[in-house]
């Protein structure tokens, strides 16, 4: 008797929807890092009317979607917009101390019975 058999999904990877080559997530910070250096270069070279330096401030924001959208991060097997979401995450996380005596109390010492 022949059946079909449900395999489970297993997304490690991501889908090259654009042309094949792109996901969904490197197109769009490929996108915007463009857009954001374009509109970059064209409001410094309004500003300074300096080529040179509109078209070399405007390229940070292409690399910089470009590294989100290719880098890996091979130590933490993550790429690095995750690798920066994370750590953000982490950095500015609320921290709990319960153990640490309320400020008041230290300095008044312990004179409940005073």
Do not use: C, N
């Not at 059946?3 to 915007?32: C, N, W």
């Amino acid at each position: 008797m022949g059946g079909t058999y449900h395999l489970p999904m297993q997304p490690e990877g991501e889908d090259k929807i654009i042309g094949g080559m792109l996901s969904l997530r490197q197109f769009a910070f490929l996108l915007v890092g463009f857009v954001l250096g374009a509109l970059l270069g064209v409001l410094l070279l309004k500003l300074t009317k300096l080529i040179f330096v509109a078209v070399l401030i405007s390229l940070l924001p292409s690399i910089l979607g470009a590294y989100m959208a290719f880098w890996r991060i091979e130590k933490h097997d993550m790429t690095a917009d995750q690798y920066w979401r994370f750590r953000l995450l982490y950095q500015y996380r609320d921290r709990k101390y319960p153990y640490r005596q309320d400020r008041l109390v230290s300095l008044i010492g312990h004179s409940k019975g005073v």
